[in-house]
């Protein structure tokens, strides 16, 4: 008789609607029993409640358990967008559920489209855990130097539970974030790299972990190419929204004209959920404050409006940290790339379009560089903006003429 496969995933009182398409796309394409486990970092007991009422409508669903986050394990760590010390709880899965041997551990912005037993299946040999490359990562930096390693995204990740205790992944882990600090872009991800570093970990393929980004780490690993992640689409498990949020935007974050792929899928998905409807209405407003241009502010917007209310004696009230934004620079969301021990920010180029009353008035552009240009009717440069690394700025008249200069030492 088959085992019961467990998945767990970290979430809160913002995230939790997101949280529950994911659970139930796995439940509606998996035939085996799946056990939810869920790291609690500032769910109210309605949230609890309606997650468990999904055990009435799957019978695959055979237990969901909470278990809630000491936030005070993670100070002096670095935060994640919004403030957030969250994604380090995905690292304290192990020690909070002693006996589970082997896990799935799925981000709330990913969706299974097929059984996820494949992936349960997945014999990961004498390694602690199982990952799928980062099609984003495309260079070096001191912190990762090896040509040799294929740095892993944390959107899926396997887990031999026992293995990753017997190393003391946790304390590990927690430590190298203490001593890195904001030098760790990406938190428990960096932190999970560098403990893992040299290829010590499963590479599994990334038909796990898809996401809908521009393939740059075959600038490091050219057997990653094209064609190799146009091979992984056409059998996909796990899609990863990243940066595309289908309750978000229903445009493509690097294609405006096109929608994103299992945009119609999530929203199938999303509507056997308790959250419906109110996922509906965010999406509407969302919609409306974005000009119905879909996606233009936050590559990673889950919302995060609600954690502040906690009362003061909730086990996660203290969830918030700095309030800074990682992952962004100089009010751009980018990726971080590190080039011969010099920090380089590669923005997502952006094209916005107004128009009044049909006629097109004014487009801003922003390259890759930063460099953000307002165009007059399209074509006139009125005015552009140049940023650098360490966040000056330098403001031109008509592109040419110096008006202002914006310096940070």
């Known amino acids: 008789m088959n085992e019961n496969i467990p998945v767990f995933m970290v979430t809160n009182w913002d995230m939790v609607g997101y949280t529950a398409t994911t659970m139930v796309s796995i439940l509606n394409n998996t035939k085996r029993n799946i056990d939810f486990y869920i790291m609690d970092c500032g ?92 099609i984003a990562f495309g260079s070096l930096s001191e912190l990762f130097p090896s040509k040799e390693h294929i740095y892993f995204n944390l959107g899926m990740l396997l887990i031999d539970c026992d293995k990753w205790r017997k190393d003391n992944t946790t304390e590990k882990c927690l430590e190298l974030g203490k001593k890195y600090g904001k030098q760790f872009n990406c938190l428990h991800q960096d932190a999970l790299n560098m403990l893992y570093y040299n290829n010590n970990y499963k590479q599994l393929p990334n038909r796990y972990n898809l996401g809908e980004r521009e393939n740059v780490v075959k600038n490091i690993h050219p057997e990653l190419s094209e064609e190799y992640f146009a091979k992984e689409w056409q059998h996909p498990v796990i899609i990863h929204f990243s ?32 959250y419906i409807e109110g996922l509906k209405n965010a999406f509407i407003a969302q919609r409306i404050e974005d000009g119905f241009k879909g996606l233009k502010t936050g590559i990673d917007n889950y919302g995060c409006s609600m954690l502040d209310t906690l009362p003061k004696d909730h086990g996660c009230a203290n ?37 009044f009353m049909g006629i097109p008035f004014l487009k801003i552009k922003t390259n890759k560089k930063g460099t953000t240009s307002y165009k007059l009717l399209g074509t006139l440069p009125i005015l552009t903006i140049k940023r650098k690394n360490n966040g000056s700025k330098k403001y031109k008249f008509l592109s040419l003429f110096p008006i202002l200069t914006k310096k940070i030492k």
């Open 319 to 355: 969830i918030m940290g700095e309030n800074v934004v990682i992952g962004q620079s100089n009010g751009m969301n980018a990726v971080v790339e590190n080039q011969s021990s010099k920090n380089i920010s590669a923005l997502n180029p952006t094209t916005q379009k107004y128009s």
């Open 43 to 134: 769910l109210s007991d309605f949230d609890q409640k309606q997650l468990s009422t999904l055990k009435d409508k799957f019978a695959n669903l055979k237990s969901i358990s909470f278990s809630k986050v000491d936030m005070k394990r993670f100070e002096g760590l670095n935060v994640w967008y919004y403030g957030m010390l969250d994604a380090w709880a995905m690292l304290l899965f192990p020690e909070a559920f002693p006996k589970v041997k082997k896990v799935i551990h799925v981000e709330s912005d990913t969706l299974v489209v097929d059984d996820i037993a494949k992936l349960y299946n997945e014999d990961l040999e004498s390694y602690a855990i199982g990952g799928c490359p980062e």
């Open 243 to 274: 940066p595309n949020k289908p309750w978000r935007t229903q445009h493509s974050f690097y294609d405006e004209k096109r929608i994103v792929k299992y945009f119609n899928e999530w929203w199938f998905y999303a509507s056997q959920t308790p």
